[in-house]
């Protein structure tokens, strides 16, 4: 396992210091590491026992997760939407099968009403050619419940798998 002297010995520059140990550059380094090592300790205790996210620190998570969302037409206004917002950012999601796009769309307002899948089950060629054929294999029609409430073609390119041709129909 690599620790912080180990990585700050090796981000000291070629030939301009000795890297024996013993010599007091080894000792100074290690004593810097041990001071983020025990910072590193702290704050992660801290990031463990805060409850939620202090309304101080809110520009920050969304900064950090990435927020506000890309595609998202109406922001989250309220301090509690968008700590929600930061909440669900929080816990990775993927998207790739029906409940998890039926999700994905419902956290952005629409209401998914059926996802047809294409999956050719009958072969009529010979043996050796594919059963799934390149126009039907990763093929989606998502029927949504009007008003669509974002930019559906935007949602498909950032959280969908670009492998996946996706055909949306508005019921």
């Known amino acids: 396992m690599t620790t912080h002297a180990d990585v700050l010995l090796e981000l000291l520059p070629t030939g301009g210091y000795e890297k024996a140990h013993g010599t007091l550059i080894e000792k100074d380094i290690k004593a810097h590491a ?33 927020l506000p969302r890309a595609c998202s037409i109406d922001l989250p206004i309220t301090q509690s939407e968008r700590i929600a917002a930061i909440e669900q950012a929080r816990t990775p999601q993927k998207h790739y099968n029906e409940s998890g796009i039926i999700a994905l769309f419902a ?33 989606l029609t998502i029927s949504i419940q009007s008003p669509i409430t974002a930019d559906v073609s935007c949602i498909i390119d950032q959280y969908l798998p670009t492998a996946w041709r996706v055909d949306i129909l508005e019921v």
């Open 107 to 139: 956290s952005f307002g629409m209401t998914v009403v059926n996802i047809q899948r294409y999956r050719p089950t009958l072969c009529t060629c010979s043996c050796t050619d594919n059963v799934n054929s390149v126009r039907n294999r990763f093929r």
């Open 34 to 66: 041990k001071a983020l090592e025990d910072a590193q300790g702290a704050a992660d205790l801290l990031l463990e026992a805060a409850e939620g996210i202090p309304p101080e620190l809110i520009t920050e998570y969304e900064k950090d997760y990435g």
